[in-house]
DNA sequence: CCAAAAGTGTTAGAGATACACCCATGG
DNA sequence: CCATGGGTGTATCTCTAACACTTTTGG
């Protein structure tokens, strides 16, 4: 008989969405609606079904809670300290999300429960463990944004250099000199100038630049590491 | 009623172990004796118990099937693709590991399924999804060994210049200037050398160092960022 | 005295940092 | 013409990379 003698504990996934804006950094957080932990505020996510992968049920979690469907999403760790849900034991695979607020304009409110957008550093007390969940994902975004160009999928697809280093700025929470950030980030090849500048703005039109992925990821087969 | 009506996955723990000989980097396997994959290779673990976190698992699953019990153990990734078990969905935790194999001389036969070390770049074809899972890891320590002070977990307590470059060299896969390295290493300040030299060596004996964590996690604590 | 590995400094080049002003545009 | 942000170059310094010989020890 092929099969696991052992007691099964519930699998769910949550999601730490990050966005930016003029505010500064964002968390996506959903108000339960159920106990345990009703009208307490909790990152999205939920069960996993048992014919969906993992990444696949953080999207389908996400889309049904908040609406939010076009997003970067990667895997950031497994809870599962037994008692973190009063219920029964859960294990829940945590995953790391980013999503382009300036060009989507996502609104939350499309799902069924009642999601909103906090500042990282002004949220509400969250439900069960969620709270050493988005402190890890947040410690994640600020090391990752240094050693590869991730910080791209907050932008839309065309942006400013100053947009690049305020989002630098903001997220790593220092200041930077904007001569040798613009030296910096334009020697690495990634950006490339398109043929336009910004509009509508009450000064000098920007220049626009895109983000060259194929560059990236050719580069990086090469064993090119990139740092900022 | 306060649970959750979802189907519940089976869950397990898998453990990358690696070591280091004078053979090179080495991983740690089991030989499986039931269906499926009988006779195959696999990374050692198993079934979690629900009043257990998911560390401890990895560590009992690693004490009963090899015997290692004194290791470095982080979560490494999550792998719950539908399939991956013929038998059910199983969701794993795999776990990376180091262990010091110089010093411990650890046998792995002592538990139940006959366990050996292999060379990581010639291991027999493994059971399930744990090829993908060995290489993840072996990614990871590569990457991790370049930004953390790892790789002394490999080594015993006290330690000569050159073996630690031997280490860096086995790992990384590439040589690396003797007068370069001793510089960069002793920089760190977190090499500390002892009052003792190597003994039963047919040559001149080396300095013996160790490693200072406590100064590592207060330096970490100030920002600093370890590189080599 | 020979074999084996330990130990040690300098120079040139690349990359990082610090720093201040003029330009273009819209209102 | 003014307010706002866009855009640019140089000098210094620090870190990295390249490189070869002498010393110690045991056999």
């Not at 398109?194 to 009450?202: G, K």
């Amino acid at each position: 008989m092929y099969s696991y003698e052992y007691p099964h504990p519930a699998v769910t996934v949550d999601c730490v969405v990050f966005g930016l804006d003029d505010g500064g950094l964002k968390v996506l957080l959903i108000q339960r609606d159920l106990e345990p932990f009703a009208l307490s505020w909790a990152l999205p996510g939920g069960s996993i079904k048992l014919d969906e992968d993992l990444g696949q049920s953080a999207r389908r979690e996400l889309a049904e809670e908040t609406g939010v469907t076009d997003l970067y999403l990667e895997q950031l760790a497994t809870f599962g300290k037994p008692g973190r849900d009063p219920r029964e034991r859960v294990i829940t695979v945590a995953y790391f999300a980013i999503v382009n607020l300036l060009e989507h304009k996502v609104s939350p409110d499309t799902g069924a429960r009642s999601a909103a957008w906090f500042p990282v550093d002004d949220s509400p007390p969250l439900a069960f463990d969620h709270r050493l969940i988005l402190d890890l994902a947040l410690m994640r975004l600020q090391s990752k944004l240094r050693n590869q160009p991730l910080g791209f999928e907050f932008l839309p697809e065309k942006f400013t250099l100053t947009q690049v280093q305020r989002l630098y700025e903001t997220i790593l929470c220092e200041g930077l000199d904007k001569r040798n950030f613009r030296k910096k980030i334009l020697t690495t090849g990634l950006l490339v100038p398109l043929d336009e500048v910004e509009i509508d703005v009450a000064h000098r039109a920007a220049q626009l630049y895109r983000f060259d992925k194929e560059a990236y990821v050719r580069l990086q087969a090469q064993g090119y590491a990139f740092e900022i």
